[in-house]
Nanobody
Framework: QVQLVESGGGLVQAGGSLRLSCTAS????????MGWFRQAPGKEREFVAA????????YYGDSVKGRFTISRDNAKNTVYLQMNSLKPEDTAVYYC?????????????????WGQGTQVSVSS
């Protein structure tokens, strides 16, 4: 009942920045956690960041802490991921996800809806 569409991926040089967006549609009248995961070739899907509904509580994966910033605009049902100081190891497909629960989870199976993914490629 929730559809997610990501945008903003692309190719960037190491040290550069990208801003990803994800807009939710459908039944978006309730509170929920929005998060980002990524998956590089040959690797497990990895938690990147998530943001809660109340007061915008955030949580980041260790690999991106201090470089990435997640935010949301509840009126627009949109979550953003500002990615700075990008590294080649950040190269992956980035997925937006929604967790209908109230507490932030880092586990992909706790998320109920997923976007199609957007490719982020960082060159050295």
């Amino acid at each position: 009942q929730v559809q997610l569409v990501e945008s903003g991926g692309g190719l960037v040089q190491a040290g550069g920045s990208l801003r990803l967006s994800c807009t939710a549609s459908g039944r978006t009248d309730s509170s929920y956690v929005m998060g980002w995961f990524r998956q590089a070739p040959g690797k497990e899907r990895e938690f990147v960041a998530a943001i809660g509904w109340s007061r915008g509580s955030t949580y980041y994966g260790d690999s991106v802490k201090g470089r990435f910033t997640i935010s949301r605009d509840n009126a627009k049902n949109t979550v953003y991921l500002q990615m700075n100081s990008l590294k080649p190891e950040d190269t992956a497909v980035y997925y937006c996800a929604v967790d209908l629960g109230e507490l932030i989870s880092i586990h992909r199976h706790d998320y109920n809806y997923w976007g199609q993914g957007t490719q982020v490629s960082v060159s050295s």
